[in-house]
């Protein structure tokens, strides 16, 4: 059974940094493509980061390109995404997701990922 848990969320100021990592049980984590989404009370789930299991290859959504920067280490079976310049705007419940490997899928949507943990809220203040 694989389970995710997030950690590292908290309360910072807009122009902190904070470093959020997700713990996957279960099975390695080189078995999955890894990614970060948010939601924010309201809204969509929104895409945040993904990141290859075969390549590491990543990508981002546009509101945290060259802000946000995500990674993998299989040896710890754990995702961090690394933030920095936060916004008030990048205040939300940020969730990890994993999917199986495979050709032809979208890592931008929140459908494409099997498995998902609880969230961990990040709040900034300005």
């Known amino acids: 059974q694989v389970q995710l848990v997030e950690s590292g969320g908290g309360l910072v100021q807009a122009g902190d940094s904070l470093r959020l990592s997700c713990a996957l049980s279960?099975?390695?984590?080189?078995?999955?493509?890894m990614g970060w989404f948010r939601q924010a009370p309201g809204k969509e789930r929104e895409f945040v980061a993904a990141?290859?299991?075969?390549?590491?290859?990543?990508l981002y959504g546009d509101s945290v390109k060259g802000r946000f920067t995500i990674s993998r280490d299989n040896t710890k079976s754990s995702v961090y995404l690394q933030m920095n310049n936060l916004k008030t705007e990048d205040a939300a419940t940020y969730y990890c997701?994993?999917?199986?490997?495979?050709?032809?899928?979208?890592?931008?949507?929140?459908?494409?990922?099997?498995?998902w943990g609880p969230g961990t809220q990040v709040t900034v203040s300005s």
């Open positions: 997701a994993a999917r199986g490997h495979g050709r032809d899928w979208n890592p931008t949507e929140k459908g494409e990922y099997a498995y």
């Open positions: 990141i290859s299991g075969i390549t590491d290859s990543t």
């Open positions: 279960g099975l390695p984590l080189s078995s999955f493509a």
